[in-house]
């Protein structure tokens, strides 16, 4: 059965500053999403990583993909306010799964003033 | 621009009603999710539906069913509701290997 785990679960930050949000999976992907949720809204995608080294960029966030370590991280530079948000990772199985992703937990990031 | 749409975005029910949640995408995608979303317990797929009338059970399906009969539309039915299905419903749709795009939600309550 495939696992995600995200962490840190909550991640409170001060603007300006950079940080780092870790995802790991337990079995082999085949590709690999980010998605923010703001509050009281719905999930809206962010990434989608494909192979090992992937690396995208919007803005102040960057994704990366490292399929040998089972690891995607998801790192803030110079965090601002309108970060603030739930993001989720969610990995396929594609070919066992037929496009189902199992998502994390969500990480919960408060940028503060 | 992908459109996700949700038949309503609050809804009260009373127990033993049976209450269908509609989702319609626009872009012509093979597979549509539906899941509950509640504090505490991310996200948990209800059901899955990979192309018209096929469904397979997702993580909780008790006390819920589902129906695909347009490309376009799948609908969740709660055939009596209870008071532990009152949440955050999230309907999404994709394309085989391609990310997720969600509804805007429905929140409902049942009495």
């Known amino acids: 059965e495939l696992k995600v785990e995200q962490n840190p679960l909550f991640l409170s930050m001060q603007e300006g500053k950079n940080y780092t949000i870790y995802c790991n999976y337990s079995?082999?992907?085949?590709?690999l999403y980010w998605y923010r949720q703001d509050p009281g809204k719905s999930l809206e995608s962010l990434f989608v990583l494909l192979s090992n080294g992937a690396v995208k960029q919007e803005g102040r966030l960057m994704a990366s993909l490292d399929t040998k370590a089972r690891l995607s991280t998801l790192h803030i530079t110079a965090a601002v306010h309108d970060l603030s948000a739930t993001y989720f990772c969610?990995?396929?199985?594609?070919?066992?799964?037929?496009?189902?992703?199992?998502f994390g937990d969500g990480t919960t990031l408060t940028v503060k003033p | 621009d992908v459109k996700v749409t949700q038949s309503s975005r609050y809804l009260v029910k009373r127990t033993g009603e049976k209450v269908f949640l509609e989702c319609v995408q626009d872009?012509?995608?093979?597979?549509m999710f539906w899941y509950r979303q509640d504090p505490g317990l991310g996200l948990r797929l209800i059901y899955f539906s990979y192309d018209v009338k096929m469904k397979e059970k997702g993580d909780i399906p008790e006390g819920y069913s589902v129906s695909r009969e347009k490309k376009e539309r799948f609908s969740l039915i709660l055939e009596s509701a209870s008071t532990n299905q009152t949440s955050m419903y999230l309907c999404?749709?994709?394309?085989?290997?391609?990310?997720?795009?969600f509804g805007p939600g429905t929140r409902l309550l049942v009495l």
């Open positions: 969610a990995v396929d199985l594609f070919y066992t799964n037929a496009g189902k992703s199992t």
């Open positions: 999404a749709s994709s394309l085989q290997g391609g990310p997720q795009y």
């Open positions: 079995t082999t992907s085949d590709r």
């Open positions: 872009m012509d995608h093979e597979n």
